[in-house]
C-alpha cells in the first residue's frame, strides 16, 4: 500500500464549479499535511497547510480526518487558473522529516 | 528575496557517467532536502541535511550521495548513471520552526 494515495485523475470541471480533491495516509505517526501545487514542468509550490480544525484560504479549504487518516481539498468557484496538479503531502515527524508526497491529482479548468 | 536555486536547469548524460547537481536555499534556510520527481510520479524523498551531515534518507541505493557546505548549499551527486535515472531532481529548503519547504525549479536529468 501507498504511504499517500491520491485519485490520480484526471479531473476536467468548467471554470466556476466547485471540485474537492481525497488522500488518505497510511502512517498514523504522521503529524503535519499539506497540499501543493505543481503547475506543468514546474517545481511543486505550498498551497496550504493542512490543520485538524479545517483551515480555509479563499476559494480553498482543507479538511484532515486523523481518525480516518484522511485529507480533503475544496476548490469553490474554480478559475481557469487552477488547472495543475494538486500533491497531497504528509510529514512524519518534525526535526527529522522527510515529506512523503501523492502522486497528485490533475485538475483542468474548462472555460 | 531569491528562492532555491538549483543548477543546470537541464543536463543529459550517458549511461555509466557521473553528475552533480548543485542548489543553494533560500536566504535564511538551513535544512536542504533532495527529491527525485519521475514522469507522472510524486517526487520521492532522496536524503535530507542539516548542519552539514546527512540526517535522513529515503529508498536510495548508495550511487546517490550528497553533501552540504558551510554557507548551506548542497550538491547531489549520481554515479553510475542508470536509464532509469532520468528525473526531474528538485531540492527544497527550510528554515528553523517552519514545517513548509520551498523548493527549487529542479534540475531535468535526462539519461541516453
Known amino acids: 500500500r501507498k504511504e499517500v494515495e491520491q485519485d490520480p485523475g484526471p479531473f476536467n470541471v468548467p471554470e466556476g464549479a466547485t471540485v474537492a480533491f481525497n488522500c488518505t495516509y497510511s502512517?498514523?505517526?504522521?503529524?503535519?499535511f499539506f497540499w501543493y501545487r505543481q503547475d506543468c514542468r514546474k517545481e511543486p509550490k505550498l498551497l496550504m497547510s493542512v490543520y485538524s480544525s479545517g483551515n480555509e484560504d479563499g476559494r480553498f479549504t482543507a479538511q484532515l480526518n486523523r481518525a480516518s487518516q484522511y485529507i480533503s481539498l475544496l476548490i469553490r468557484d474554480s478559475k481557469l487558473s487552477d488547472s495543475a496538479t494538486y500533491l497531497c503531502?504528509?510529514?512524519?515527524?518534525?526535526?527529522?522529516?522527510?515529506?512523503?508526497f501523492g502522486t497528485g491529482t490533475r485538475l483542468t479548468i474548462i472555460p | 528575496d531569491a528562492g532555491v536555486t538549483q543548477s543546470p536547469t537541464h543536463l543529459i548524460k550517458t549511461r555509466g557517467q557521473q553528475v552533480t547537481l548543485r542548489c543553494s536555499p533560500k536566504?535564511?534556510?538551513?535544512?536542504v532536502s533532495w527529491y527525485q520527481q519521475a514522469l507522472g510520479q510524486g517526487p520521492q524523498f532522496i536524503f535530507q541535511?542539516?548542519?552539514?551531515?546527512?540526517?535522513q534518507r529515503g529508498n536510495f541505493p548508495d550511487r546517490f550521495s550528497g553533501h552540504q557546505f558551510p554557507n548551506y548549499s548542497s550538491e547531489l551527486n549520481v554515479n553510475a548513471l542508470l536509464l532509469g535515472d532520468s528525473a526531474l531532481y528538485l531540492c527544497?529548503?527550510?528554515?528553523?520552526?517552519?514545517?513548509?519547504?520551498?523548493f527549487g525549479s529542479g534540475t531535468r536529468l535526462t539519461v541516453v
Open positions: 503531502v504528509v510529514n512524519i515527524f518534525f526535526g527529522n522529516e522527510k515529506l512523503t
Open positions: 541535511y542539516y548542519e552539514e551531515e546527512e540526517r
Open positions: 502512517n498514523s505517526a504522521s503529524q503535519s
Open positions: 527544497a529548503s527550510r528554515g528553523q520552526g517552519r514545517w513548509g519547504y520551498t
Open positions: 536566504s535564511g534556510h538551513d535544512t
